[in-house]
């Protein structure tokens, strides 16, 4: 039963974007009673959509609205139209997460605290304590059905995790295993235990992998409380003359605009379209854009250090089957500035199809050096890089006039350039990656430039004082009451951890706090 | 345009063609196979054969797979056969043999060594030409569902299952 609301209540919270932010938060909301209309941009597409198959999956659920970059990024080189490799559906970027659902560690929420001053760094702590979100955590660990916590069994270890804990093993590493993952181990909340199919990237066909699109988006439906429009690409967020939002103007599925009136307005489209909406939305009261009294709207964008080593062996690995991401090493995740850099990283498995992986493990190579990489395809292992990498101003998202979309507005321009500190710690990894992989045998190693993002995080940054961020420990944003960010770029700084499952937790929490608020008659 | 796989008898092929430098038959409006085993043969429309054929060298000299037979290279770039595709790749061809003539050589087909070849490729990597072809080749040649066997690679799973009772853990030399 979904709840039809009319453009022009404005009784309702819209949100915007269905993702792990905004498609947990319609939810939350929804459970309270509270009447939410949320607008995807995406269509929606569930396990029986999923395609299997690399490319042509890409071409169903990637987000491949025209883009521009800059900076000294390698992916500015090799995919200028492509920044980020995220999702354009009902459940966003959940379908194609990998599942890997990490609590930050405490000291990475008072990340300017205990790394100092580090130049060009634009650090920042949290305005929030560790303390407050342990419940959080543990509710969204338990919406997700996360592996390794309560008491939710480890998924078993696939060829290439045996390969990968053997090297670990040898290195020294202790913390080792098949990761904490929103992927079933056993039937769980009506999901189904994983079948170690791959595929993990493209949409989870046998729904044991959670994704916001058939847990939480059809649980909001049923309260009669949450409205989806799907295909509705929102353009801008209007306000009245006190500064309030007052609704938001979108191109609906037939392609006809639209004004649906709002109290609440929540931005969840990921921390590039978040921003670009922000500054879309300009005004004559507003002229920098909406929330941007700080001049911090679009800046501090982060896309944590990554990086892969893949190696090829004497003997078959077939990394390719069973779970895409579940193995995971963090001793290398502490903050040990002994190393040359600041923060942490996790190393954790991964593998790629022989299409992607022609395309990305070395973008642009050809000749005898690279295809005798990919001879050895089936001979391959892989693993991941992610860690903290530098807020820096100068890193951000911003309107290119020169560029419309297909609505006419001003595309997003995402520069970026590396802090020296995200150069030494992906350097450390990869040596720590291959010197893994030789003790295992290799006959050789590949270290992997960075993919487009799938990590954007930092764009709207949660501050305690109004001058250094947009929003505050609420996501709510500083200059307008009943104006929210509820997706990754509210990340003040972004730990050494996927961040999926920080999303869902200040989801859950903002929830909380809009609906307390909403009460009090404050918003 | 048409790829076809014993479409024309290779009596026909060699009565009608003449071969080139490189592995290939080239005849009137079609490229094909040379050596005994091949049975293939791409009929092109808008493209010169010669041309089509030396456009299938460099896509094999770009990614060099010895496992993979020239079929899959035509497949991969038997799309620049069109009218809108053909006057570019007729020019990038043209200076790509321009380059041959250059060492001595009256084609890019008749340069005997891959190492020669590629290094005519490398005098012209940053072209637009060059960079159209290597960048096509990657979705082209990777991406046929045909080629992943060759590799080893066995696409999805899910119609049988998935791995759980079929050996996603079946290691056996660690």
Same mark, same amino acid.
């Given at each position: 039963?979904?709840?039809?609301?009319?453009?022009?209540?404005?009784?309702?919270?819209?949100?915007?974007?269905?993702?792990?932010?905004?498609?947990?938060?319609?939810?939350?909301?929804?459970?309270?009673?509270?009447?939410?209309?949320?607008?995807?941009?995406?269509?929606?597409?569930?396990?029986?959509?999923?395609?299997?198959?690399?490319?042509?999956?890409?071409?169903?659920?990637?987000?491949? %609205?025209?883009?521009?970059?800059?900076?000294?990024?390698?992916?500015?080189?090799?995919?200028?139209?492509?920044?980020?490799?995220?999702?354009?559906?009902?459940?966003?970027?959940?379908?194609?997460?990998?599942?890997?659902?990490?609590?930050?560690?405490?000291?990475?929420?008072?990340?300017?605290?205990?790394?100092?001053?580090?130049?060009?760094?634009?650090?920042?702590?949290?305005?929030?304590?560790?303390?407050?979100?342990?419940?959080?955590?543990?509710?969204?660990?338990?919406?997700?059905?996360?592996?390794?916590?309560?008491?939710?069994?480890?998924?078993?270890?696939?060829?290439?995790?045996?390969?990968?804990?053997?090297?670990?093993?040898?290195?020294?590493?202790?913390?080792?295993?098949?990761?904490?993952?929103?992927?079933?181990?056993?039937?769980?909340?009506?999901?189904?235990?994983?079948?170690?199919?791959?595929?993990?990237?493209?949409?989870?066909?046998?729904?044991?992998?959670?994704?916001?699109?058939?847990?939480?988006?059809?649980?909001?439906?049923?309260?009669?409380?949450?409205?989806?429009?799907?295909? !509705?690409?929102?353009?801008?967020?209007?306000?009245?003359?006190?500064?309030?939002?007052?609704?938001?103007?979108?191109?609906?599925?037939?392609?006809?605009?639209?004004?649906?009136?709002?109290?609440?307005?929540?931005? !969840?489209?990921?921390?590039?379209?978040?921003?670009?909406?922000?500054?879309?939305?300009?005004?004559?009261?507003?002229?920098?854009?909406?929330?941007?009294?700080?001049?911090?709207?679009?800046?501090?964008?982060?896309?944590?250090?990554?990086?892969?080593?893949?190696?090829?062996?004497?003997?078959?690995?077939?990394?390719?089957?069973?779970?895409?991401?579940?193995?995971?090493?963090?001793?290398?995740?502490?903050?040990?500035?002994?190393?040359?850099?600041?923060?942490?990283?996790?190393?954790?498995?991964?593998?790629?199809?022989?299409?992607?992986?022609?395309?990305?493990?070395?973008?642009?190579?050809?000749?005898?050096?690279?295809?005798?990489?990919?001879?050895?395809?089936?001979?391959?292992?892989?693993?991941?890089?992610?860690?903290?990498?530098?807020?820096?101003?100068?890193?951000?998202?911003?309107?290119?006039?020169?560029?419309?979309?297909?609505?006419?507005?001003?595309?997003?321009?995402?520069?970026?350039?590396?802090?020296?500190?995200?150069?030494?710690?992906? %350097?450390?990894?990869?040596?720590?990656?291959?010197?893994?992989?030789?003790?295992?045998?290799?006959?050789?190693?590949?270290?992997?430039?960075?993919?487009?993002?799938?990590?954007?995080?930092?764009?709207?940054?949660?501050?305690?004082?109004?001058?250094?961020?947009?929003?505050?420990?609420?996501?709510?944003?500083?200059?307008?009451?009943?104006?929210?960010?509820?997706?990754?770029?509210?990340?003040?700084?972004?730990?050494?951890?996927?961040?999926?499952?920080?999303?869902?937790?200040?989801?859950?929490?903002? !929830?909380?706090?809009?609906?307390?608020?909403?009460?009090?008659?404050?918003? | 345009?048409?790829?076809?796989?014993?479409?024309?008898?290779?009596?026909?092929?060699?009565?009608?063609?003449?071969?080139?430098?490189?592995?290939?038959?080239?005849?009137?409006?079609?490229?094909?196979?040379?050596?005994? !085993?091949?049975?293939?043969?791409?009929?092109?429309?808008?493209?010169?054969?010669?041309?089509?054929?030396?456009?299938?060298?460099?896509?094999? %000299?770009?990614?060099?797979?010895?496992?993979?037979?020239?079929?899959?290279?035509?497949?991969?770039?038997?799309?620049?056969?069109?009218?809108?595709?053909?006057?570019?790749?007729?020019?990038?061809?043209?200076?790509?043999?321009?380059?041959?003539?250059?060492?001595?050589?009256?084609?890019?087909?008749?340069?005997?060594?891959?190492?020669?070849?590629?290094?005519?490729?490398?005098?012209?990597?940053?072209?637009?030409?060059?960079?159209?072809?290597?960048?096509?080749?990657?979705?082209?040649?990777?991406?046929?569902?045909?080629?992943?066997?060759?590799?080893?690679?066995?696409?999805?799973?899910?119609?049988?299952?998935?791995?759980?009772?079929?050996?996603?853990?079946?290691?056996?030399?660690?």
């Amino acid at each position: 039963m979904t709840a039809p609301f009319d453009l022009n209540d404005n009784s309702v919270v819209v949100v915007i974007g269905t993702g792990a932010g905004g498609g947990v938060l319609a939810n939350e909301l929804a459970q309270k009673g509270v009447s939410v209309v949320a607008l995807e941009a995406g269509g929606r597409y569930l396990p029986e959509d999923y395609i299997n198959d690399e490319w042509e999956s890409f071409g169903q659920l990637a987000w491949t %609205d025209a883009r521009t970059t800059s900076g000294d990024w390698r992916v500015a080189k090799d995919f200028s139209g492509l920044p980020a490799w995220i999702v354009k559906a009902v459940g966003g970027t959940t379908t194609h997460w990998a599942g890997a659902s990490l609590r930050f560690q405490d000291h990475e929420w008072k990340a300017k605290t205990t790394y100092g001053e580090v130049q060009g760094a634009n650090l920042l702590d949290w305005p929030i304590d560790p303390r407050e979100m342990d419940d959080y955590y543990t509710k969204a660990e338990t919406k997700l059905g996360v592996t390794r916590t309560g008491d939710r069994a480890g998924l078993p270890g696939n060829n290439n995790f045996k390969v990968f804990e053997k090297g670990a093993q040898a290195l020294g590493y202790e913390e080792v295993h098949t990761g904490r993952m929103a992927i079933n181990s056993a039937d769980y909340d009506e999901r189904p235990a994983c079948q170690q199919t791959g595929f993990c990237f493209q949409g989870c066909k046998w729904g044991a992998k959670w994704s916001a699109a058939y847990t939480d988006i059809p649980r909001g439906e049923a309260t009669g409380n949450l409205e989806v429009r799907e295909r !509705a690409h929102v353009l801008r967020i209007e306000h009245d003359q006190q500064g309030k939002v007052t609704g938001v103007v979108y191109v609906d599925a037939d392609g006809n605009q639209q004004e649906q009136k709002a109290r609440v307005v929540c931005v !969840a489209g990921n921390s590039i379209e978040s921003p670009r909406l922000l500054l879309n939305s300009a005004s004559a009261m507003f002229s920098d854009g909406l929330a941007n009294s700080s001049g911090q709207v679009g800046r501090n964008y982060m896309r944590h250090v990554t990086g892969s080593v893949y190696a090829t062996f004497d003997q078959p690995v077939r990394m390719w089957r069973g779970t895409t991401m579940a193995g995971i090493i963090q001793d290398e995740a502490r903050h040990a500035p002994d190393r040359g850099f600041v923060g942490g990283y996790e190393l954790e498995t991964l593998a790629l199809g022989l299409p992607f992986m022609a395309a990305f493990l070395d973008p642009g190579g050809w000749g005898r050096e690279f295809t005798t990489a990919l001879d050895h395809y089936e001979n391959m292992a892989g693993l991941w890089i992610v860690g903290e990498d530098m807020p820096q101003e100068t890193n951000r998202i911003t309107l290119n006039h020169a560029v419309t979309d297909q609505h006419g507005l001003p595309v997003a321009d995402v520069h970026f350039d590396d802090h020296p500190n995200d150069v030494a710690m992906r %350097d450390h990894a990869y040596r720590q990656g291959m010197a893994l992989y030789d003790a295992v045998g290799a006959t050789r190693t590949f270290p992997t430039p960075p993919y487009p993002s799938t990590h954007n995080l930092g764009t709207n940054r949660m501050s305690a004082n109004a001058r250094d961020g947009v929003v505050n420990a609420h996501g709510q944003s500083h200059d307008i009451a009943n104006l929210f960010v509820s997706d990754g770029s509210q990340f003040t700084t972004g730990a050494a951890e996927n961040p999926t499952l920080t999303i869902v937790a200040l989801a859950i929490r903002q !929830a909380d706090f809009i609906a307390a608020e909403m009460n009090r008659q404050n918003i | 345009m048409t790829f076809r796989k014993q479409g024309i008898t290779r009596r026909q092929l060699l009565s009608q063609g003449a071969m080139a430098g490189a592995g290939f038959v080239i005849g009137a409006g079609f490229v094909a196979g040379k050596a005994e !085993a091949a049975n293939w043969a791409l009929e092109v429309q808008h493209l010169q054969p010669e041309t089509m054929a030396t456009l299938i060298q460099m896509a094999r %000299d770009i990614y060099p797979h010895d496992q993979v037979s020239d079929e899959f290279y035509a497949v991969a770039v038997k799309g620049y056969d069109s009218a809108e595709a053909a006057p570019a790749i007729e020019a990038g061809i043209a200076a790509l043999n321009a380059a041959a003539q250059g060492i001595g050589y009256a084609r890019y087909i008749d340069v005997g060594w891959e190492r020669d070849r590629v290094d005519l490729l490398r005098g012209m990597e940053n072209s637009a030409f060059f960079q159209q072809i290597r960048g096509g080749l990657v979705t082209g040649l990777y991406n046929q569902k045909a080629v992943w066997p060759i590799f080893g690679y066995e696409g999805e799973s899910f119609s049988e299952g998935g791995y759980l009772y079929r050996g996603f853990d079946d290691i056996n030399w660690l």
